[in-house]
């Protein structure tokens, strides 16, 4: 990650800098190991969709009734609506994203290096930065594929269209608004993932290293930590990180959805969507799905995370 500044001994050792990583392993091994993650936590998305889609007059209104009502219905095959788009397009965004975040984070520190700050503060400014860049440059991918799955996700539910697959949508959707309909939210999903990228990778780089320098690894001498440890602090570094950027993010996410899986006939502007919400709800509709989002970015980020560290210390070359 290129020198930061002075760091704790113990920090400076569990991190793996992108020079030192064997670049083809990292790919290939990454793109399975995103995917088994992937497998886990996407019922959690479909479920969440649901819920911020779902019209004033369907009562289900908790995570398990929607949970419930999909596996009645569809069986389990119906908290996999939208998969395959989804796996299709993740791995190459996946890819885009991290190549983009830790080139941009060594960088990023470089920069932040001269303005001799705390390290929890330099940690999180080029943290930041790089989860900014990462974020906007796997939107391109990433958009049609949301759009995609997630117009999947809510067929025929509560008055959505039908489709026979994946293809189907990308067909119908770029015939009646052609291949901008695709990009649709893209300006929302920037706004929402961008900052919500951010936001994580901020809080996830300053509380590490605020935890290291708690449990007091500052202070000892070049001691390595132990494997556990250093994929605890992780962990609960990805839990800090998920908690925040959930609750920051929840009501742009909540826009955006409704934006994308919108019918043809149902043109609505990112206004009038609050205002319907609003209407509906209160103030307390823009945070509709907060349970599974706040829930999916903590578990999908610390699942992310831990694997992303294990992925690094997999593929660093030998000194």
Known sequence: MGSSGPRT???GQTEINWDKLDKTKFYVVGAGLFTGITVALYPVSVVKTRLQVASKDITEKSAFSVAKGILKADGVPGLYRGFGTVITGAVPARIIFLTALE????AAFRM???LKLSEPSQAAIANGIAGMVGSLSAQAVFVPVDVVSQKLMVQ???GYATYNGGLDV???VVKSDGVRGLYRGFGLSVMTYAPSSAVWWASYGSSQRLFWSL???????QEVPSLGKIVSIQAAGGVV???TASCITTPLDTIKTRLQVMGLDKRQNAVQVVKKLIADDGWKGLYRGLGPR???MSAWGTSMILAYEYLKRLCAKED
Do not use: I, M, N
């Open 103 to 106: 080139t941009t984070k060594v």
């Open 294 to 296: 706040f829930f999916s």
């Open 156 to 158: 025929g539910y509560s």
């Open 170 to 172: 990308v067909r119908k």
């Open 9 to 11: 001994p113990a920090f």
């Open 112 to 114: 932040v290096e001269p």
């Open 241 to 243: 990180a998920g908690a």
């Open 215 to 221: 449990l007091g690894d500052g202070t000892e001498q």
